[in-house]
């Protein structure tokens, strides 16, 4: 049997930590939908892009869409290594970085 004072003490933490959790969660749930109304109202009047053409993507610029990139350890190579685009992972597009892939300014 748990003593009466440890019992009032435990309720009255898991109250607190209950009110805490909702409050949190209250709060993040808040703050999502005014993030998504203000970019909705954004989107709304903003100008595409003139980077992307208002895509928010365009054609890698370091492997210029062939996805890999030649690449050697050494200053003066002897072999050349075909390796993986570091800047679009082999996807062949990379993301617009003027408009961060939104397509709009």
């Avoid at 003490?9 to 709060?27: K, M, P, Q, R």
């Avoid at 808040?30 to 993030?35: D, N, P, Q, Y």
């Avoid at 928010?56 to 869409?65: S, T």
Wanted: aromatic share 6%; hydrophobic share 35%; net charge positive.
């Amino acid at each position: 049997m748990i003593p009466k004072p440890l019992r009032t003490l435990g309720t009255g933490a898991a109250i607190i930590l209950g009110g805490l959790i909702t409050l949190n969660l209250a709060s993040s749930a808040t703050m999502r939908a005014l993030r998504f109304t203000n970019e909705a109202k954004r989107r709304k009047v903003a100008s595409p892009c003139e980077h992307c053409k208002g895509k928010g993507f365009y054609i890698c610029k370091l492997c210029k869409a062939n996805a890999t990139i030649d690449w050697s350890p050494l200053y003066d190579p002897v072999a050349i290594n075909p390796c993986l685009c570091p800047t679009c992972d082999g996807n062949r597009v990379q993301r617009c970085l003027n408009c961060l892939g939104k397509g709009y300014d």
